[in-house]
């Protein structure tokens, strides 16, 4: 993999990635021990301004500096719950924010550190906020006294276990579905947005950037393990120089791109914007839905290809599942599935119970009615005999059309970039969502970026 040209057409990547990196302290039983010696050449070594702004957060009866330079730091309870802010390490003309709560900086400090540390090799200024919120409005509050503050606070990035923000009454603030919110349950259709912290007015106007790491719960791995794996590989792919030549794009169904014409002329306008990708045809790939009727076993092969800079999807989503073929896939030919040998009326059969299945009262009857009618189907096409001795078959074939977490617990993902354009993929108020999936897991992903509603901003 070879930097990012650093064209307007593609300053958006390029601003997502300048979220991820720094370095250097060690927790021990309970305290924050900076061992690396002051002048030491080691990777997470704090440089001497580093060391003097941490020393500055915490009083001297607070930390013990041994006569080798090593001073470790504990973190009482009173401590936790003191927002305290670590200064970027020298002079910058913009800054980065941190915030993170006080148990993850514990935890994951000296990779936090080693983040820092790499973004203002960079240039860019990086202070720290470390604190324990109850509320969205006690966080805003202090991001609120380090904005008005010089240097000028350009994004803000939370990590780890950061309240996160439900609005009311903020439909227009998405961009494509809009939910009504007198007829849903407030719980499906508040919008989960960070716009509360990084809007400070809440006019849909950003006054800085911002984005989460915030690894999902229900991946089988501690939190602060996956935040410490991840904030690894951020500062890996900082250190390495990597132009955007591997691009590859997927159009799902029902979507936008289900017109052909506009998916086969896509590559036109990309071709403008990432030149080096076009140079040789192995630096390119466009996919379709259609291209095979549980295509999702492809898209895994190419998921974990190496050396891959981005990959876009473009469909359907909710966040738990990324729809890939829909739920009536149409094999052309015997010997289309993953499990064994099937054909199109044996995949149009099962999709048909599949949908059976998930309905009820009016909805299902007027299905079996239009089914009948439509496909002229015996009356006992969904005799619950059939139904029954079928459910375990049709339901392995449902899992083999669209890709889900448990997917994606077995995968590694290697492009650096990927873009869900595609509903509730970034939902990240979910204990597992499909964006945390893709960017905590052991690959090489390091920047996810969803565009849609409502659940689109992170």
Known sequence: MIPMKRSTSISLLLFLSAFLFQNSPLLANGALSLNAPLLSNALFALSA????NLECCFSAEERVISDDGTFNIPFPEQLRSQPRLIPEG??????????????????VAQEVMAYKQVLEKEGLGVAV?????????EVKEEIIKVYREYPLMEGAVFMGDIPVVRIRNFQHATTAFKMNEKAFPIEESSVTSDRFYDDLELEIASDFYSARMMPPS???????????RYLRKVVEAHQEVNWA????FFNGHGYNYDCLTVWQNQQFVLREQFPEAFRSSRGNAFYNFRQ????KYHLFERLQSPGTDL???????????QYINGGYPAPNMLGMSSKGTIGPMEALSISLR??????????LEVFVENSVKEYHLTPDFFAPELLDSTRVADSTFAADINIVLSDLRELKPQPRITIFDACYNGSFHKPGYVAGYHIFADGGTVVTFRGVEPERFQ
Do not use: Q
């Not at 906020?129 to 409005?137: E, K, N």
């Not at 030549?245 to 590859?248: G, L, P, R, V």
């Open 354 to 363: 599949n949908r059976y299945r998930a309905l009820s009262g009016e909805r």
């Open 129 to 137: 906020l470390v604190g324990t919120w109850a509320t969205p409005d």
């Open 218 to 228: 229900d991946m089988g791995v501690d939190t602060h393990d996956l935040l410490r």
């Open 90 to 107: 020298g002079r910058f003309a913009t800054r980065l924010l941190v915030v993170i709560d006080s148990l993850s900086f514990e935890l």
């Open 292 to 295: 095979d009727p549980f295509m």
């Open 245 to 248: 030549d591997n691009i590859k």
């Open 311 to 321: 990959f876009v999807f473009h469909e359907h989503g909710a966040f738990d599942t």
């Open 49 to 52: 301004v580093e060391r003097v």
